[in-house]
């Protein structure tokens, strides 16, 4: 009687129960999310870096076009873009086919998102001697501006329609 008392515990210790498998199954599941998040955080990070440097490369394209024609103007048109579409036909000159390049570049990367397929190329005062490049921050939640005169910003909300702030379209 005793032996079979014996086997019986033994059978009955072996598993684990549906409560220790559920706390593990829910402690798995917490560090995945928090894994996930971050990721994705680091994802939005990397994207405005990108999107950044891409600015900052259709600006060094724009003092190329100053310096060979002394005028802006082929490279800007004072519209938004919110899509590679919008790129193909927006740009002439020398430095065309980079400004398309760089355009589909930085749309793609802000295609979603509240500032959604935001960026632009204009100025306030006059496209021939002028420029200003604002562009949609998604991991910031802002728009990124680079103005002719050197000036930059990642500062300004989407409420204020980044139409102040160094660089931005009214202080280029």
Known sequence: ????????????????????????????????????????????????????REVQQFAVLLHYQFNETRNYSSLQTGAWRNDAASCESSFSGTYAEQAREICKNIVSRTISGPGGGRFYIGSAQSMNTTFSIMAWLQGKGRFYCVGSSGGTSATVPIEESAWVGAGCYANP
């Not at 402690?27 to 990721?39: K, Q, Y």
Request: charged share 15%; net charge positive.
């Open 1 to 52: 009687m005793i032996w079979c008392g014996i086997i019986y515990n033994m059978r009955r210790n072996k598993g684990f129960t549906l409560i220790e498998l559920l706390v593990v199954i829910s402690i798995i599941g917490l560090l995945s999310s928090i894994v996930l998040a971050s990721l994705n955080s680091a994802k939005l990070k990397a994207n405005d870096a990108a999107t950044m």
